[in-house]
């Protein structure tokens, strides 16, 4: 092939350029270069003993035996050159004798290119027996024909049937965004192999076809455990839709699951159904003697983060134990934990109004720990109706409790209740332990302030 005379000069500079490891220089006449060569070029263009074929000798001299460095950046460079490198990389990844680290530059490099000869190269590599090595190799034609997206998807479909390949075809599929992908993960969601069907679930459910969502509640029922898993993701993905009630009676079953891993997720994709439905569901479980308690934290958390008012009152309902089933310290200070982090605006009132309900009740009776939590929440509630509940705990014997009240009464409201303390520390009505504790709070302001 006879080169223009621009291109001989920017092939001589690039050859300059890549002897002196000057990439800076290599990315602006390969950006020129770019517009210049021909988009495909065969094997006997590039053979010839011309500028062009100088040009190619001298990079692929950086792939075979440049030092790791300079061959990253030269395979960030190699692809401005355009379509033309195609058939010299694919040739260096076929040649089995070459050195693995060359191979696979040559792997990566050809992942920007979608033509023909790219897709069928990366396809032969899959179906071939691999080496000890060459199983990094695959991973990278994997994801460049996962990047392929459509144009791939012939090659990939016409390799499904075959049982030895099938996992790797379904691995490349899962991570494809096209609609027309969602037919052959369809097939494999029915597959034999739990491998291909986790994989096919699982991207399934970021497709909004009339045709998946039979499939992941069908998947629900799946004798093994992540199948049933990725239903559950896929399903709490959905959010509110029109069969959400259904759904979350399905998600509901799934919280008995003898998999605790896929009772856990239920509860979290229940909390994304913010309906007095889901909560009634996550609440039932929440009563069961027998669910566990790793599964009751977690139900506990997605009532949460429904934030709807009656998932707080299920909440209040269940600590204070009106169902008769003994509830345990870890679930109990769950509960208050939840409380205290409530951030919509119109629950925070009544996440208060329980927290200092609870307070009040026994609190020389309450836990070390769970009286903590109980603070640190209303503390993060920021009501200022809880300032005189936590100027009474300065008078609590235990240094930490006094500790955390002051922190809570500052992040609440520091002035008002600096104001207050000071009052207070000049009234004669109160005990002397409160006295001591309100002189301990002044002295930490003071030191805040300092």
């Not at 050159?81 to 260096?92: K, M, N, T, W, Y």
């Not at 034609?141 to 997206?149: K, P, Q, R, V």
């Not at 309906?275 to 506990?300: H, K, R």
């Not at 208050?336 to 951030?343: A, F, K, Q, S």
Request: glycine share 4%.
């Amino acid at each position: 092939m006879t080169v223009s005379p621009q291109t001989s000069i920017l092939l001589e500079q690039a050859c300059f350029a890549i002897q002196q490891r000057d990439w800076f220089s290599l990315s602006q006449q390969f950006n020129q270069l770019s517009s210049l060569l021909p988009p495909t070029l065969t094997p006997e263009d590039w053979n010839e003993e011309s500028e062009l074929h100088h040009f190619l000798l001298t990079a692929l001299d950086v792939l075979e035996s440049g030092d790791f460095y300079d061959r990253w950046e030269f395979a960030k460079l190699l692809p401005l050159v355009g379509e033309s490198v195609v058939p010299s990389l694919v040739a260096i990844l076929q040649d089995e004798t070459a050195e693995w680290e060359t191979r696979w530059f040559a792997a990566r490099i050809l992942t920007n290119f979608q033509t023909p000869l790219v897709l069928e190269t990366l396809v032969q590599l899959l179906t071939q027996p691999t080496s000890e090595g060459e199983g990094d190799l695959q991973e990278i034609a994997i994801e460049a024909l996962a990047n392929m997206g459509e144009v791939a998807l012939p090659a990939l479909i016409s390799l499904l049937p075959n049982a030895h390949f099938r996992l790797t075809i379904v691995r490349i599929l899962a991570q494809m965004r096209c609609p027309e992908v969602v037919e052959p993960l369809l097939q494999a969601a029915h597959g034999s192999a739990p491998e291909s069907r986790v994989l096919a679930i699982a991207a399934l459910g970021r497709f909004h076809d009339p045709r998946v969502l039979p499939i992941l509640q069908a998947a629900l029922q799946d004798p093994i455990a992540s199948v049933r898993r990725e239903a559950v993701i896929a399903l709490g993905l959905r959010g509110n839709q029109d069969t959400a009630e259904t759904i979350v009676q399905q998600l509901g079953d799934r919280l008995r699951d003898p998999d605790e891993a896929v009772g856990q997720q239920a509860a979290l994709a229940l909390s994304r159904y913010q309906s007095q439905f889901a909560a009634t569901t996550l609440f039932q479980a929440l009563t069961q003697p027998d669910t566990p308690v790793a599964l009751q934290i977690e139900v506990v958390r997605a009532l949460g983060w429904l934030n709807i008012p009656f998932a707080l009152e299920c909440l209040y309902k269940r600590f204070t134990n009106l169902e008769g089933v003994e509830l345990s310290t870890p679930v109990r200070r769950e509960i208050i934990t939840v409380l205290g982090r409530v951030n919509h605006p119109d629950l925070k009132s009544r996440a208060v109004n329980i927290l200092l309900e609870v307070l009040r009740s026994n609190p020389r009776d309450q836990d070390r720990e769970t009286r903590q939590i109980i603070i640190v929440g209303l503390g993060q509630l920021g009501d200022p109706r809880s300032i005189e509940d936590l100027i009474a705990l300065l008078a609590d014997p235990d240094p930490g409790i006094q500790l955390h009240a002051i922190a809570a009464l500052q992040q609440i409201d520091a002035l008002r209740a600096y104001q207050q303390l000071e009052t207070l520390a000049r009234s004669k009505a109160i005990s002397d332990s409160l006295r001591q504790g309100i002189f301990k709070a002044l002295q930490e302001w003071s030191r805040a302030s300092a």
